[in-house]
């Protein structure tokens, strides 16, 4: 059996697992404290009225009996005639019954006694035993040696643990509701959303709330220092290049053209680096994003359009409706199909789309070397590159995974690679539906 995953179910499964064994030490207790002492007093009363009503029915004179056997039945509900055919002598497991039988064989010295149960009455029982040479049977009514459970202290008992557990859930539901919004704060921020905590609560969580947002202001200036500092950057590599790609176009016509075109494919290189970098810093600082519902199915076929050596897999009949921001999503797919088609050889990339209630997929497969399963995660990182001559020949920038990386974290979308069976990858995007979305399309 799974454990709970939340902490207000682990916490509501512990109170209650105690409160349970507490309430059967209570009920434990109860019963030998005082069920049990009860029911053997109940057991030596009736057993002391029994024979006694017996010593006094062999004593009277025989005309006045009938009037005593009158008297007891009206007043102790006991029925009292001499034996006939003897009672089957049986055991009896209920337990108040072996203590009348016991208690009755202590005060005959040891004489046995039958007892059996009426056959036509549940409620009565006969006791069977030998008075001055008479053999009499008493009728006797199950609740003379039943004791009434004190019923009083069965509603203590079992409204202190009803107060006890419900008191225990409020508090802890007191705490648990601030670490869920905590949770879902700390999802959001990782998605890119600026949240800022109320700072209130007991002092323990006023100062996690406190540090919380304290955490964030320091990362949004860490990010918008980092923006700023690479777009100075940009903005000053890119002058340099600017200056040599004007000084290419005016040297001599007589200059080497193999030497020119290799400088300007360099040139060229670094301003897409410099552009992917930048890329990489702004990833999760998408305050512009604007989200839209759209149709997957006819957005990925323009975007595969654009690539001719691909083979498209996507559903006709039923639409694939999704939130999304349509310029992340095509810079996702597009590094994607990217990828797969500088590494997967001259074997075909194909890329599929599969639709549920629950969520939009997309497969782009390849068939080319692969990544190793231990370096899945480290490809992500920005600059990795399984190749480590980090020839621009043999690999890109080492940029392109990290990019859709952040891009899908900041979507709240998962990106997955995985080895394919026969060999290549298999990159997923996985986008999950809202509510909305789906009831557009139904």
């Known amino acids: 059996m799974r454990a709970p995953a939340t902490l207000l179910a682990r916490t509501a499964l512990t109170l209650a697992t105690s409160l349970l064994v507490l309430f059967l030490f209570s009920i434990a207790v109860m019963f030998y404290y005082i069920m049990g002492p009860m029911a053997r007093q109940a057991a030596e009363d009736a057993a002391a009225l029994l024979v006694l009503s017996a010593q006094t029915w062999a004593e009277l004179p025989p005309d006045t009996r009938a009037d005593f056997e009158y008297e007891l039945k009206t007043n102790h509900g006991i029925t009292l005639e001499l034996a006939g055919k003897p009672l089957q002598p049986?055991?009896?497991?209920?337990?108040?019954?072996?203590?009348?039988?016991?208690?009755?064989?202590?005060?005959?010295?040891?004489?046995?006694?039958?007892?059996?149960?009426?056959?036509?009455?549940?409620?009565?029982?006969?006791?069977?035993?030998?008075?001055?040479?008479?053999?009499?049977?008493?009728?006797?009514?199950?609740?003379?040696?039943?004791?009434?459970?004190?019923?009083?202290?069965?509603?203590?008992?079992?409204?202190?643990?009803?107060?006890?557990?419900?008191?225990?859930?409020?508090?802890?539901?007191?705490i648990a509701a601030p670490l869920e919004k905590m949770s879902e704060a700390v999802t959001r921020f990782g998605r890119g959303e600026r949240i800022t905590l109320t700072e209130d609560g007991p002092?323990?969580?006023?100062?996690?709330?406190?540090?919380?947002?304290?955490?964030?202001?320091?990362?949004?200036?860490?990010?918008?220092?980092?923006?700023?500092?690479?777009?100075?950057?940009?903005?000053?590599?890119?002058?340099?290049?600017?200056?040599l790609t004007l000084a290419i176009e005016l040297l001599p016509p007589d200059a080497d053209p193999e030497l020119r075109e290799r400088m300007r494919r360099d040139l060229r290189e670094m301003d897409r680096l410099i552009t992917r970098t930048l890329q990489l810093a702004r990833g999760l600082d998408r305050r512009d994003e604007k989200r839209e519902s759209l149709e997957l199915t006819s957005l990925l076929a323009a975007i595969a359009a654009d690539y001719p050596a691909i083979d498209v897999d996507l559903p006709r009949e039923t639409p694939c409706r999704a939130t999304v921001d349509p310029d992340a999503f095509r810079r996702i797919v597009t590094n994607l199909i990217d990828n797969a088609l500088r590494y997967g050889g001259d074997a075909p990339v194909e890329v599929v789309l599969q639709c549920d209630a629950q969520a939009a997929v997309i497969d782009i497969l390849d068939r080319g070397p692969g990544i190793p399963e231990e370096k899945l995660e480290q490809v992500f990182q920005p600059f990795y590159r399984l190749e480590a001559s980090r020839s621009n020949a043999t690999g890109g920038s080492g940029l392109g995974l990290a990019i859709v990386r952040q891009l899908a974290q900041a979507q709240g979308w998962d990106v997955i690679l995985t080895p394919r069976k026969d060999g290549g990858l298999r990159a997923r995007l996985r986008i999950g539906r809202d509510d909305q979305a789906r009831g557009v399309e139904s």
């Open 90 to 174: 049986v055991v009896h497991w209920r337990p108040h019954m072996r203590l009348l039988k016991n208690a009755l064989e202590q005060r005959l010295h040891g004489q046995p006694v039958a007892i059996a149960l009426d056959d036509s009455d549940d409620s009565l029982f006969w006791v069977e035993f030998e008075v001055a040479e008479r053999r009499l049977r008493l009728g006797v009514p199950r609740h003379r040696i039943t004791p009434q459970i004190p019923f009083v202290l069965v509603w203590l008992v079992s409204g202190g643990l009803i107060v006890l557990l419900v008191t225990s859930l409020i508090v802890v539901r007191r």
């Open 203 to 243: 002092l323990e969580l006023q100062q996690l709330a406190r540090s919380f947002n304290e955490m964030t202001r320091q990362v949004d200036e860490l990010l918008a220092n980092r923006t700023t500092l690479l777009a100075g950057i940009s903005h000053d590599l890119r002058t340099p290049i600017a200056r």
